[in-house]
């Protein structure tokens, strides 16, 4: 990931994120908008409007919170509009990094490494190097850094420029989701990294408990309803999805997350599989670069850096989602 202190790159950022034994994730620091004409935003800074080809996403495959930008920039067709850098899988000393050319090459500046980014929007930046990152091609600025709110701006900012109308947090639903999400981020989405950065048992065994006890209760709401929030899909669908899809092939081994596996959850594995299947979703996701990144670049965890050839995934086989809650 990596870290500047005033515009300097620093070293063991993981550290910076730990206290007491437990891993603290750091407040994203970039938080502007974008909007339909370029009014403030939620945060009531100063707006930025939607417009064709005016932005850049910067994005890991293996990430989540980056997954979940991509996932809504190909669910609303903004392809076109939004152009995307990918970063290498692997994530070492100096943080992400890109190719010289290829598929994981900065398509804006040719930089090496996403921290000078960072320094390219703030020279005296201090903060964790992270993706996803909304880059504005106009003011050569970063607009955002926050994928929840990235994935929000997607799913309104730019409608008047795509065919795509749907809403995935809609008005009527907006307090109901967020009351779903923020257990669910807490407990799985980073939940799941509460664990594998544990430096104690005691804390890690928390995490763990908390983590595995909220996953049964998303089983349980998933027994009864098609989705997180009733029978349309939304933004928390989409927030949970991009964990589970990891879970097995990742946090199980890489981070202990061991008491079960997303397939031994009847309905969690269902409910994962009918959003994979969606058109367009498969190809947001490489569960094979995904290992690589975890596997080698947290060495604090697996030292090794040896990447496991298991397990077997079959994201394409039938789910029961439909049957169960009618089309």
């Known amino acids: 990931?990596?870290?500047?202190?005033?515009?300097?790159?620093?070293?063991?950022?993981?550290?910076?994120?730990?206290?007491?034994?437990?891993?603290?994730?750091?407040?994203?620091?970039?938080?502007?908008?974008?909007?339909?004409?370029?009014?403030?935003?939620?945060?009531?800074?100063?707006?930025?409007?939607?417009?064709?080809?005016?932005?850049?996403?910067?994005?890991?495959?293996?990430?989540?919170?980056?997954?979940?930008?991509?996932?809504?920039?190909?669910?609303?067709?903004?392809?076109?509009?939004?152009?995307?850098?990918?970063?290498?899988?692997?994530?070492?000393?100096?943080?992400?990094?890109?190719?010289?050319d290829g598929q994981y090459k900065d398509d804006l500046f040719g930089f090496k490494y996403v921290y000078q980014l960072y320094q390219k929007a703030d020279a005296n930046?201090?903060?964790?190097?992270?993706v996803p990152i909304l880059w504005d091609k106009k003011t050569s600025t970063i607009v955002n850094n926050e994928s929840s709110e990235i994935i929000r701006m997607f799913n309104s900012a730019f409608n008047e420029l795509t065919d795509v109308s749907?809403?995935?947090?809609?008005?009527?639903?907006?307090?109901?989701?967020?009351?779903?999400?923020?257990?669910?981020?807490?407990?799985?989405?980073?939940g799941v990294y509460r664990c594998g950065f544990s430096t104690t048992q005691k804390v890690y065994e928390l995490a763990f408990d908390r983590l595995f006890n909220e996953l049964e209760k998303v089983e349980q709401r998933l027994s009864t309803q098609r989705y997180l929030a009733g029978d349309q899909l939304t933004e928390a669908d989409w927030r949970l999805f991009t964990t589970l899809v990891r879970f097995d092939a990742v946090y199980v081994g890489h981070f202990k997350c061991n008491l079960k596996r997303i397939v031994d959850y009847h309905n969690l594995s269902n409910f994962?599989?009918?959003?994979?299947?969606?058109?367009?979703?498969?190809?947001?996701?490489?569960?094979?670069?995904?290992?690589?990144?975890?596997?080698?670049?947290?060495?604090?965890?697996?030292?090794?850096?040896?990447?496991?050839?298991?397990?077997?995934?079959?994201?394409?086989?039938?789910?029961?989602?439909?049957?169960?809650?009618?089309?």
């Not at 100063?46 to 991509?70: I, M, N, Q």
Request: charge should be negative.
């Open 1 to 100: 990931m990596g870290m500047l202190i005033n515009g300097e790159l620093a070293d063991s950022w993981l550290d910076k994120e730990i206290s007491e034994g437990e891993f603290k994730r750091m407040a994203s620091t970039f938080r502007h908008w974008v909007t339909a004409d370029g009014s403030a935003g939620p945060t009531g800074d100063a707006g930025f409007k939607a417009e064709a080809g005016r932005y850049h996403l910067y994005v890991s495959d293996a990430c989540p919170w980056a997954h979940r930008t991509v996932i809504f920039r190909t669910l609303k067709q903004l392809e076109s509009i939004i152009s995307i850098s990918y970063v290498e899988a692997e994530m070492l000393d100096d943080g992400w990094t890109f190719s010289a």
């Open 125 to 130: 930046f201090t903060g964790q190097i992270t």
């Open 166 to 190: 749907t809403d995935y947090y809609p008005q009527a639903l907006q307090s109901e989701i967020d009351t779903i999400n923020q257990p669910i981020y807490d407990n799985i989405n980073n």
């Open 272 to 327: 994962m599989r009918e959003l994979y299947q969606l058109p367009g979703i498969a190809g947001t996701i490489d569960i094979d670069y995904c290992k690589r990144h975890y596997y080698v670049s947290h060495t604090s965890v697996n030292p090794t850096q040896i990447i496991p050839k298991g397990p077997a995934l079959d994201f394409m086989a039938a789910h029961d989602r439909a049957t169960k809650f009618g089309a």
